[in-house]
Each structure stands twice: as C-alpha cells, then as structure tokens.
Nanobody, 120 residues
Framework: QLQASGGGLVQAGGSLRLSCAASGRTFSSYTMGWIRQAPGKEREFVAVITRSGGSKYYADSVKGRFTISRDNAKNTVYLQMNSLKPEDAAVYYC???????????????WGQGTLVTVSS
C-alpha cells in the first residue's frame, strides 16, 4: 500500500516536498515513480528512481526543479519540488514498478494521490 502526502497550496516560485510511505517489506524491490494528473489531462510521468536510489530520471518539464529520492530504511520516497509553476498543479501519485520505466502504464501499484495547487 502506498500513501502519498505533502500536497497543498503554494505560490508560484515556492516549494513543496511530497512523501510517499509504503507498507510491507518489499519496498526496496521496486522502482518508484511520481506521476501527476492535471484536471482534464492524461496522467504524466514526472520522475523515477531505481531500487537503490542510484539512478533517477525526470520529465523535461521538471528537470532541474524537482528531485526524487528514497529512504529504503523508512520505506519512503520523496519528491522535492522547487520553483513551482502554475502548470505544475495536479494530483501527484506515487507508484511502484518492477521495472525502471517512464511509462505510466507499467507501474503496478499506485497511491491515492495528493493535490498540489500553485497560485500565480
């Protein structure tokens, strides 16, 4: 089970840190990703991190502003979001996959999502 938190209302240029806590003993066996969905739009890949945390990949739209990280001892993955823009507003989902992928359809388990609102 994945539980995302940390969303909220922030002004453009501000920062938020999302967290996603996983239950179970197999967290470190999964690649973890963050995917977002804005109203009326399809789900969009944001970032992915390998099982060990040694490799990360970002969507071009967030590269240089967002940082994904994980703490396997705490069964938690994070998304630090800086320099937020109005177009970053969306429901953010954490998800787990058995493979390293940017394709949202290849994620096996999903959290419930946390809402990020960015005011201009």
């Amino acid at each position: 089970q994945l539980q995302a938190s940390g969303g909220g209302l922030v002004q453009a240029g501000g920062s938020l840190r999302l967290s996603c806590a996983a239950s179970g003993r197999t967290f470190s066996s999964y690649t973890m990703g963050w995917i977002r969905q804005a109203p009326g739009k399809e789900r969009e890949f944001v970032a992915v991190i390998t099982r060990s945390g040694g490799s990360k990949y970002y969507a071009d739209s967030v590269k240089g502003r967002f940082t994904i990280s994980r703490d396997n001892a705490k069964n938690t993955v994070y998304l630090q979001m800086n320099s937020l823009k109005p177009e970053d507003a969306a429901v953010y989902y954490c998800a787990a996959a058995r493979i390293y992928s940017v394709r949202t359809g290849e994620y096996d388990y999903w959290g419930q999502g946390t809402l990020v609102t960015v005011s201009s």
